[in-house]
């Protein structure tokens, strides 16, 4: 069975920093395209950043490029996601996505 548990979240101020977690089970992790995606208040989920099996080729969306790095380790079956200068507009529940499974998410709230 795929299970995917996500941590990190939080409340941080504008211009915070926050690293995100997603412990993953269920499934052959080291060859795995992965991706983060993130629900807002009131919308619809986002695609934030994806990265392929071997962790060498990733992608962003413009919202968060320069900001957010992913990041996998393939020998601990976890996924990460490094978010940087954060922005109010960046407050949602993130999930890890592992082809059309998400885990139950972890909030991240940016406010002063």
Do not use: H
Not at 6 to 26: D, F, K, T
């Amino acid at each position: 069975e795929v299970q995917l548990v996500e941590s990190g979240g939080g409340l941080v101020q504008p211009g915070g920093s926050l690293r995100l977690s997603c412990a993953a089970s269920g499934f052959s992790f080291r060859f795995a395209d992965m991706s983060w995606v993130r629900q807002a208040p009131g919308k619809g989920l986002e695609w934030v950043s994806s990265i392929k099996a071997s962790g060498i080729s990733t992608t962003y969306a413009d919202s968060v490029k320069g900001r957010f790095t992913i990041s996998k380790d393939n020998a601990k079956n976890t996924l990460y996601l490094q978010m940087n200068s954060l922005k109010p507009d960046d407050t949602a529940v993130y999930y890890c996505q592992y082809a059309i499974r998400r885990g139950q998410g972890t909030q991240v709230t940016v406010s002063s």
